[in-house]
């Protein structure tokens, strides 16, 4: 008997890997010829798939609204319902961002530093792409367009691996956007999508050691911590936003009502969506009323400390230990009283997923503590934690937000999708001998 009938789950589990690997290979040849792609090449390529995605938007819509309608049957929650929804004016959008990508200057070969040597050497460290970049996220199909357009333009092939909630609406993109690939003349496997309805695929992935250079997860934190925990290729951290925002002693009200309101309620199901509501004790009497009422109309449940929960109202429950955690990405914010800027530093650096924090203050002082003392990848003075946003930020569209501190941290754009390499031109330069190399780099 053959292995297959004997073990058909081993079989069909072997097949997603090589399935996996053939296309980390395959990308691997396809980055090799984008590397040499010039600026011209790279901008023409992403004015028509900008084209290719509002001229085929009906496909796109069509194979979206299945999604759509399989997600509400399982009961998906409507914050993530939102994310997954796309609409005439998200696939503008989504097409507005490769135009932006294609007019940001072109990261591949800038040189970083450099400098001659005494002895006429000449070095340059200088930006190359990553190689092959493999994307794992959830329910977000514009994240397809978006990883597309800034890998294409750093010079990188990807690998995308989204969710089954998605899976019409990706399938429809990358056959579209592949499709522009290849009327270019570059390799149509410069971009890939990877079975998603097995997590074997994530993890074939994450673990395609010498295939894949770099693996970006985006989506909650469990699919986060488990990239991050269980790939052998690097990972870039895009966390959680459990972010806050901190209304200091000396805020304008209006001000920080205008702030909260734009922070939480623009758009809930966000990662830089506020989550949790900080007020300082000696503004609290007059602000939280007014914080409250304003949350109330805009259909924000408040998860209230004692001293919220004192001031009441219809859409205030008592918090619970766990709501401080929490990134809600829904109609929910947790809102407690401190009685100082430390106060508030130390309850985010607790809670907080280092994302996104924001104070709102009318003293420098503050403002520059706050600044100093939070740890995270954007810090906002006076405005809404929303604005932590590539696009936002002048960077066309994101790969991801990282919050981790080596490589990338904050939006990540075209610079973050490179690594470098150093260049050395000499004329039959040889080292010498000179004096003897030290022990801790015996073969230098």
Request: glycine share 8%; proline share 5%; charged share 20%.
């Amino acid at each position: 008997m053959t292995t297959s009938t004997q073990n058909p789950t081993k079989a069909q589990g072997d097949e997603l890997r090589e399935q996996v690997l053939a296309a980390a290979r395959r990308a691997r040849e396809a980055a090799a010829e984008l590397a040499l792609a010039t600026r011209d090449a790279k901008d023409a390529l992403l004015h028509a798939m900008a084209d290719a995605l509002v001229r085929r938007a009906p496909e796109i819509l069509a194979a979206n609204e299945r999604d759509v309608a399989a997600a509400r049957e399982s009961g998906m929650a409507e914050g993530l319902v939102d994310r997954l929804s796309l609409s005439t004016d998200r696939i503008a959008a989504m097409a507005d961002g490769l135009r932006t990508v294609a007019g940001l200057p072109d990261p591949v070969g800038e040189v970083v530093r450099g400098q001659v040597l005494p002895n006429g050497l000449q070095l340059q460290q200088v930006r190359v792409p990553l190689g092959v970049v493999g994307i794992v996220y959830e329910g977000r199909p514009n994240v397809t367009a978006d990883a597309a357009g800034l890998t294409l333009k750093s010079g990188n092939a990807v690998l995308l691996r989204g969710s089954s909630s998605a899976e019409n609406s990706n399938a429809v993109l990358v056959s579209i956007l592949s499709d522009v690939v290849a009327e270019h003349g570059l390799p149509a496997d410069a971009v890939q999508l990877l079975p998603c309805h097995d997590r074997a695929s994530v993890k074939h992935l994450i673990t395609a050691r010498g295939l894949v250079d770099v693996v970006i997860p985006r989506g909650g934190a469990g699919l986060i911590s488990a990239v991050v925990e269980q790939a052998t290729v690097p990972a870039i951290e895009t966390g959680v936003g459990n972010c806050h925002v901190y209304v200091d002693a000396q805020a304008d009200a209006d001000t920080a009502l205008r702030i909260l309101l734009n922070s939480k309620a623009r758009r809930v199901s966000v990662c830089n969506a506020a989550e949790n509501l900080l007020v300082h004790a000696d503004i609290a009497d007059e602000f939280l009323p007014k914080a409250l009422a304003e949350l109330n109309s805009a259909g924000v449940t408040v998860h209230g400390d004692e001293r919220v929960v004192a001031v009441g109202g219809p859409n205030v429950v008592p918090a619970t230990e766990e709501d401080w955690d929490t990134e809600y990405l829904s109609a929910d914010i947790a809102v407690a009283v401190v009685e100082s800027l430390p106060a508030a530093v130390e309850h985010i650096r607790t809670h907080g997923s280092g994302h996104t924090e924001a104070i709102v203050t009318n003293d420098v002082r503050a403002a520059r503590r706050f600044t100093a003392q939070v740890d995270a990848a954007a810090v906002m003075v006076n405005a809404s934690t929303a604005f932590t946003d590539g696009g936002e930020f002048g960077m066309g569209a994101e790969i991801g937000i990282s919050t981790q501190k080596l490589h990338a941290r904050g939006p990540m754009g075209l610079p973050e999708l490179t690594s470098t390499k150093w260049l050395a031109f000499g004329d039959g330069h040889v080292r010498g001998a000179g004096a003897p190399a030290p022990t801790s780099c015996p073969n230098a």
